[in-house]
């Protein structure tokens, strides 16, 4: 009878292996975030063992070394045959229309992914990942692994699809920098914005003014507690700071590209400027000697609307749009308080001599000067909504963080728009309830749940058709006051970012909290053999 049976075994398995397209996938074995446009479950299995292939032509190289390097644990060599069996083939189609887009086909024969462009097939590179166990994250030895057969065609909603990082208040390392790359490209965005000048410290390398960094990249302490506690504020009597060199900067856009992400630099203008005014007194409304930032909050001193400081800005433009290959550099306009232009003769000289009517046209008047000189070197600007407040400057792009009205309101006006308003988007919010702070790291305030994320509805609701077009997408902003470490900004992120990735890429008609849910408690489980730092209790 034992003999029997295990005869009937070895026949059943035998069986399974030679017939595979018999053995029956579940749900559970489809569980991608964000989740595809369309995926047809179908029944078997494919096997990548020792003797699997990936086949691809030389324009996906960079793609069939990610693909290897996931895979790593099987060692798999790359071939140029398209008729190799037992492969994984990436392939490019000029017939497919979305340059983002990509099929993704397996059977118990062979995988295929075609896409457009490389970058499509990139995205279904990750979502292969997704259908593959958690293990191979790990990079143990395995001897095989097993996919579910599926059809799956997957193309995003919105075009740009984003993640920023302060590393102004507290600095994130190059390596780190890498990471929150990586996490960028696994969940399908598109664009690091890299937020690298504050009050606090200027992170970036710029040759023809070292004291940027000998003097603006470190801050003699730093405030302990919160901003909030004012009259008692307390300072860690430990300098900070740190900054990228043009090397390490051309490593990490580099890094980004192969994984094809653009990095948008951020150079802060006229406001959050104070570390560039102690390295460089003169660009200031008032000559003074200033100190680099050491608490939180909104400073006073802002860039002086002298040629000096237009000479300066173009001069640290210039080497940055040589190092940032992005069409859009980030020229910050928010938090530019007016004080000190309204005490300043000189600046009252220029609204008089220009016909403006005030502080804020005279921002306005600023940033036309800097988008001219940008414009002429072939790039556009991005700025945050403030911007709008003396009147947009012709071609720019406008970040709607404080709630969604600037961002309408651009759109109206024919401006791209890029959605991170605060309520939905700000990842240095609590992620949790008031009631439930006690257990949490101290951040900035709010309360902004991985469910507000996934709720979040970039496409404001009453814009008119003809204006829809403007807004190109959502991100979410990561200030890192309160975030010390990388250890921190995981915690942040994750798995807030999973939830605006599936609100940027994923069709509207086809979100549910609960399905969501379920896909992220799956998706954990990577995170877990990736041994991230993820907020857990959002899982629940
Ligand atoms: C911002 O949060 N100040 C853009």
């Known amino acids: 009878m034992k003999s029997k049976l295990l005869i009937l075994s070895v026949v059943f398995f035998v069986s399974c292996s030679v017939f595979n397209k018999q053995i029956k996938n579940n749900e559970e074995d489809y569980q991608v975030i964000p989740k595809p446009l369309k995926l047809t479950k179908e029944d078997g299995k494919f096997v990548i063992g020792a003797n699997t ?89 395995v001897s095989n692994l097993s996919v579910p057969a599926v059809a799956i065609y997957d193309e995003p909603r919105f075009k740009y699809r984003g993640m920023h990082l302060d590393v102004g208040r507290h600095f994130s390392p190059v390596a780190f920098i890498k990471k929150y790359i990586d996490l960028i490209a696994f969940h399908k965005m598109n664009t690091f914005h890299w937020h690298l000048t504050e009050d606090q410290g200027w992170r970036i390398e710029i040759k023809k003014y070292p004291k940027l960094t000998e003097v603006g990249a470190f801050r003699k302490e730093t405030l302990v507690g919160h901003a909030r506690n004012k009259g008692k504020r307390k300072f860690d009597g430990k300098p900070y700071g740190g900054f990228y060199t043009q090397e390490e900067v051309k490593e990490i856009v580099a890094y980004a590209s192969s994984k094809h992400i653009t990095v948008i630099p951020e150079i802060e203008l006229p406001g959050h400027s104070l570390a560039a005014i102690a390295s460089y007194p003169h660009l200031g409304n008032t000559g003074k000697q200033y100190e680099v930032g050491t608490r939180w909050g909104v400073f006073k001193e802002i860039y002086a609307p002298k040629e000096e400081t237009f000479q300066f800005l173009e001069d640290v433009l210039t080497e940055v749009i040589a190092l940032f290959p992005s069409k859009l550099i980030h020229i910050g306009g928010d938090e530019a308080p007016k004080k000190q232009w309204k005490e300043s003769q000189y600046a009252q000289e220029i609204i008089k001599r220009e016909g403006l009517k005030d502080e804020h046209e005279l921002q306005s008047y600023f940033i036309k000067r800097i988008e001219k000189f940008l414009n002429s070197k072939g790039r556009n600007i991005i700025g945050w909504d403030e911007i709008l407040e003396g009147g947009l400057a012709p071609n720019v792009a406008v970040m ?141």
């Not at 290897?68 to 045959?81: C, D, H, R, T, Y």
């Not at 006051?481 to 939830?499: C, F, G, H, N, Q």
């Not at 379920?518 to 899982?539: E, V, W």
């Open 53 to 141: 292939k990936i086949i691809a032509v030389e324009e996906l190289a960079n793609e069939a070394n990610f693909l290897k390097q996931l895979l790593l644990p099987i060692k798999l060599e790359v071939s140029k045959n398209s008729f190799e069996k037992d492969a994984i083939e990436l392939k490019l189609d000029t017939a497919i229309e979305n340059d983002e887009a990509y099929f993704l086909e397996i059977n118990p024969k062979k995988i295929t992914i075609r896409a457009k462009t490389s970058r499509g097939v990139f995205y279904g590179i990750q979502t292969l990942r997704q259908l593959l166990p958690p293990e191979i994250e790990t990079q143990v030895t």
């Open 400 to 540: 709607s963080w404080r709630g969604t009205k600037g961002g309408i309101a651009a759109a109206k006006q024919k401006h791209n728009v890029v959605m991170t308003p605060n309520h939905s988007c700000y990842f240095d919010h609590y992620q949790v309830t008031k009631e439930e702070r006690a257990n949490e790291p101290i951040a900035i305030g709010g309360k902004t749940t991985v469910k507000d994320v996934y709720d979040y509805e970039p496409m404001p609701k009453n814009l008119e058709p003809e204006f829809q077009k403007y807004i190109l997408g959502a991100q979410a902003n990561v200030w890192t006051e309160y975030i010390t470490t990388s250890d921190k900004v995981e915690y942040m992120i994750l798995p807030r970012m999973t939830a605006l990735s599936e609100v940027v890429w994923s069709a509207k008609e086809q979100k549910s909290y609960p399905d969501f849910n379920k896909r992220l408690k799956t998706l954990s489980k990577r995170f877990d053999a990736m041994k991230l730092n993820y907020a857990k209790h959002s899982l629940k």
